[in-house]
């Protein structure tokens, strides 16, 4: 069951993942997620109101829909879009990533941030997912068995094993995220509305 649900969600195979491949899969997508439906949003919500936030999540269904043709027809478009949402995300992740820092285990998620994020294929994925593993103390990335063979990635994060506690752990720190952005929005908005 949980092979066919994190297939489904992620849009490739799971069917070959053992349990500490769903485990980890499943916290990669969790705060990628996040990020990109929520805290991404939320901070062109809060720059630019709610023409950010569609340009933001326009700029993200674009690269994901035209990047890959980008890179297999060589399309101008793909690459633009691509290029585009790098650049509107730039700043966004950083702040998801200082986020998860500073409601988790701050000292693992800078260091697994700075000395890990590089090696991740994607950059802002990798600072994203490399301060999460740091800040949950979990180990993130390395290799997926599937299609009948081995896939390697980097290895993120410090820890133990991604497990069912430490994606309880994932939900934690994605609500604690959550509502640290909504107090910081709530004090900038009073602050605000006092100021005249």
């Not at 994925?125 to 740091?134: D, E, P, S, T, Y």
């Amino acid at each position: 069951m949980a092979r066919r649900v994190l297939g489904e969600w992620r849009g490739e195979s799971a069917a070959e993942f053992s349990p500490t491949e769903i485990a980890r899969v499943a916290i990669e997508e969790g705060l990628l997620a996040s990020h990109r439906y929520v805290f991404g949003t939320i901070a062109w919500f809060v720059a630019l109101g709610p023409a950010g936030a569609v340009l933001y999540r326009a700029a993200e269904m674009l690269a994901a829909q035209w990047g890959a043709h980008a890179r297999a027809e060589g399309g101008e478009f793909g690459r633009f879009a691509a290029r585009l949402f790098f650049w509107l995300d730039w700043v966004p992740a950083r702040l998801t990533a200082l986020t998860f820092a500073v409601v988790g285990n701050f000292e693992d998620a800078v260091y697994c941030w700075r000395s890990q994020a590089l090696s991740w294929t994607t950059r802002t994925q990798g600072v994203i997912l490399a301060a999460g593993a740091g800040a949950l103390g979990v180990r993130l990335g390395d290799t997926l068995h599937q299609y009948g063979s081995v896939q390697f990635r980097p290895e993120l994060g410090t820890g133990g094993d991604a497990d069912v506690d430490a994606m309880e752990s994932t939900v934690r720190l994605v609500w604690r995220s959550l509502v640290l952005w909504m107090f910081l929005l709530f004090i900038v908005s009073l602050a605000h509305a006092l100021g005249g």
